[in-house]
């Protein structure tokens, strides 16, 4: 596989979300316990960032939802959404949603890092939210 082909991890029709490789796996090896069932793409590049994948997702679901351990402040998280935003606005029916992490400094404690970095139920939250 080239580093600029993505991969469709799992077909839904409730979402769309760009994913980390370790959200990844924790989301799709869990069998789905509600009636949401995300389109997931994971991107193996940032650079070249494969724009067509992302739009033919968002084509798919009206939706879109990016996750990212960046922090949501010049990340690549907003970059995906302002090009969603400037290439296929048309085909968005909810606002794009980032569950990134929050803007502070890495904590030292581990219960406090665990705050701010996203987790799974950030994810499943947000995902919820645009599908309402």
């Known amino acids: 596989m080239r580093a600029t082909e993505r991969?469709?991890?799992?077909?839904?029709?409730?979402?769309?979300k760009g994913l980390l490789l370790s959200f990844f796996v924790l989301m799709i090896r869990r069998p789905p316990r509600s009636?949401?069932?995300?389109?997931?793409?994971?991107?193996?590049?940032?650079?070249?960032l494969?724009?067509?994948?992302?739009?033919t997702s968002v084509k798919k679901t009206s939706k879109l939802v990016i996750?990212?351990?960046?922090?949501?402040?010049?990340?690549?998280a907003s970059e995906i959404a302002m090009l969603v935003m400037e290439h296929g606005f048309d085909l968005l029916d909810a606002p794009v949603k980032r569950v990134c992490?929050?803007?502070?400094?890495?904590?030292m404690s581990p219960v406090l890092e665990d705050a701010a970095i996203p987790n799974k139920q950030?994810?499943?939250n947000a995902v919820k939210e645009v599908c309402q």
């Open 7 to 16: 991969v469709v991890a799992r077909e839904g029709g409730n979402g769309s």
């Open 35 to 48: 009636t949401l069932f995300p389109y997931t793409t994971l991107f193996r590049s940032l650079k070249p």
């Open 50 to 55: 494969d724009l067509d994948a992302i739009l």
């Open 67 to 76: 996750v990212s351990e960046g922090y949501k402040t010049c990340n690549v």
């Open 101 to 107: 992490a929050v803007d502070v400094p890495v904590p």
């Open 122 to 124: 950030n994810v499943i």
